[in-house]
């Protein structure tokens, strides 16, 4: 039996619903910007969530839509230059208070932090976009409560490879058993599965259809005790996700 000792999130989709208001207003003000006649709407953003990490996002847009246009010799520079604006337009956002926290994540950190669990983030997005989510919403001191963000670049290859969680893992001198992934997508799921992280699914409006066979569990939202979860897969015994639930489910 493992004992449970760390909480590892997801940031985007996970923490919060940051992609459709939030990532892709800003890749699309970054793009008016830049002089670029692009706009991503939700529809077409929801297509290109496939691919995981910003710059990564674009140049898939430019080869499966944009064919025809003509790219930059230096398309890295352009790449950089473009998804360097789209982070300040993301983050000035974010420091507008204009994106909260789903349902949930505060009280389930503050119960961890209570029972002294350790706590990571595991994600592709940037490493400011966290520091300034974790600031407008948590508080400037948040950043301190996770003993590591693991994010953006750092790893050769972003989710769904493993890579993250195994870098993570690795620093924390953890065991994944001894760890719960908090995760929203399927590129995300992949990747904390393999690390042969138990991994806990809250869905949002774009992964609700994806497939996580493999989650410990599957919940619309990590819940309120006034608010219940809906439980899509899995069997727990409480409308909420709680510290002693996830201890259960990794047992
Ligand atoms: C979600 C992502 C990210 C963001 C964009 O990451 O796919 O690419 O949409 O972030 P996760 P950047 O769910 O792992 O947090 O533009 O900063 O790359
Ligand atoms: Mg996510």
Redesign the pocket.
Known sequence: MSELKALLF?????LSDT?RDG?RVAFNMAFREKGLAWDWDVALYGEL?AV????E?IKFFLDKYLPDFTQPDDLKGFLQDL?QT??KHYTELLSQGRIGLRPGVARLIAEAREQGLRLAIA????PE?VTALLASTLGIESIDWFELIAA?DIVPAK?PASDIYDYTLEHMKLAPSECVALE??YN?IRASLGAKLPTVITTNAYTQNDDFTGAKLVVDQLGEPDSPMKVIAGEVDNGYVTVAMLRKLIA
Not at 10 to 14: A, L, R
Request: zero cysteines; a neutral charge; aromatic letters at 0%.
């Open positions: 997801d940031v985007d989709g996970t992609e990532h969530l995981t990490g910003g710059k996002r998804h789209k982070t994600t592709t997005t940037t976009n953006g989710k929203d997508s995300g």
